[in-house]
């Protein structure tokens, strides 16, 4: 099971989020707003198609264009993060600790898994190899459960 996050939690995320735009010269506009909370309490990586959907009731003159670059804007500063893996549609991942994905070879479904020890493996290359490491990304791929019951 993923754990879920306590409101709380997400309140302090969504206001730190919203900082970091404030202090990029970012305005924060209502849909940017309920763009970035969605993305935040999302437990699944939401496509930019996924984030209209849910918020065009809230939105009604909100196009996908605007969601889209929206989540441009939140890229570029870091917020988040596109995984253009998996299927041609890119999911969004608020970028907050370092995780890993594992990913549903059947519906394409991402979810998250955290393995700090991992970081040890940047250390270990830059040591044999003598390279400065900027990042590293790795994937893992099986069927989710939900898939496997169908099968």
């Known amino acids: 099971m993923h754990e879920h996050h306590d409101h709380e939690h997400t309140h ?3 206001k730190e989020a919203v900082e970091r ?4 010269g970012v305005r924060i506009t209502p849909q940017r707003h309920a763009v970035l909370e969605y993305l935040i309490e999302a437990e699944i990586h939401p496509t930019a198609d996924d984030i209209y959907k849910a918020l065009e009731g809230k939105f009604p003159n909100m196009s996908v264009a605007t969601v889209y670059n929206n989540l441009r ?4 500063i870091g917020l988040v993060k596109e995984l253009t893996y ?6 969004f991942d608020y970028n907050t600790t370092k995780h890993y ?3 549903c070879e059947s519906c394409g479904k991402i979810v998250d898994f955290h393995y700090p020890s991992l970081d040890e493996v940047e250390a270990l290359a830059e040591t044999v190899t003598g390279f400065q490491v900027s990042h590293h990304r790795m994937e893992i791929y099986g069927v989710c459960p939900d898939c496997k019951v169908k099968h």
Not at 21 to 24: A, E, F, G, I, V
Not at 73 to 76: A, G, I, T, Y
């Open 73 to 76: 804007v939140f890229k570029d």
């Open 86 to 91: 998996g299927d041609a549609s890119s999911r």
């Open 21 to 24: 735009l404030k202090s990029s």
């Open 101 to 103: 994905h594992v990913i």
């Open 12 to 14: 302090d995320e969504i």
